[in-house]
């Protein structure tokens, strides 16, 4: 995609034009009891309970947070809280953000990424580039480079449910802001990434995420 159109995308989201408009955005504000920075928390079981696909995401310092799906387009998932901050994502990864202090607003792969086969990753050893651009601030087609390591085996438990996964550390490095960091994925056979904590842009907390309902096609 021209990264001139990316902008304008991100707000067509936060708006929830068409369909979504008048499917998801007259139940937000009843159905996600939670936003951005909300002092209330959600009870486990009230995700399953919604027809909507959902996330739980939070941060150290914020609580958790329900974000419900508003559209999915061309492999990448956009999710909304009640407030209209909206996370992209493609393949579990998060390629996109509005309504955080500081956003991610392009991420753009110069290869495929190590989730996109839909498998649980195996080339370990391989390096992955991607260019993204964050606001505010005139950082633009930021290189960043990383590598995965497969980590161990193990069961996590989200909500009512628990899932077999395997947990992968992704050792970042971006040169032009003197910025290395590490984000972690829980992965499971299919390839599907039900938790993560994933950095942002420099100085910010990582967000942690969690899938508690997936979309399913």
Avoid at 52 to 76: C, N
Avoid at 96 to 111: A, H, I, Q
Avoid at 145 to 163: A, D, F, M, N, P
Wanted: net charge neutral.
């Amino acid at each position: 995609m021209d990264r001139r159109n990316f902008l304008s995308l991100l707000v067509a989201s936060a708006t929830l034009g068409g369909c979504a408009n008048s499917i998801v955005g007259r139940t937000l504000v009843k159905a996600a009891e939670t936003s951005f920075g909300s002092s209330s928390a959600f009870n486990p079981d009230y995700p399953d309970k919604l027809p909507y696909a959902s996330l739980a995401v939070m941060t150290k310092s914020t609580p958790q947070a329900l974000l419900i799906l508003a559209k999915a387009e061309g492999g990448e998932l956009h999710w909304m809280s009640s407030d209209r901050g909206v996370l992209v994502t493609r393949n579990g990864r998060l390629v996109r953000t509005v309504g955080l202090p500081e956003n991610l607003l392009y991420t753009d792969f110069l290869k495929n990424d190590f989730f996109e086969a839909g498998h649980l990753p195996h080339a370990e050893a391989s390096s992955v580039k991607r260019l993204v651009d964050m606001a505010p601030g005139n950082r633009y087609g930021i290189l960043v480079e990383s590598t995965l390591t497969r980590v161990r085996q193990e069961k996590i438990r989200i909500g009512r449910h628990e899932y077999d996964v395997m947990q992968f550390v992704e050792y970042c490095v971006a040169p032009q802001l003197s910025w290395e960091y590490a984000n972690t994925y829980w992965v499971d056979a299919q390839g599907m990434m039900w938790r993560s904590i994933q950095h942002v842009v420099p100085g910010m907390e990582p967000v942690e995420i969690e899938v508690t309902k997936p979309f399913r096609a």
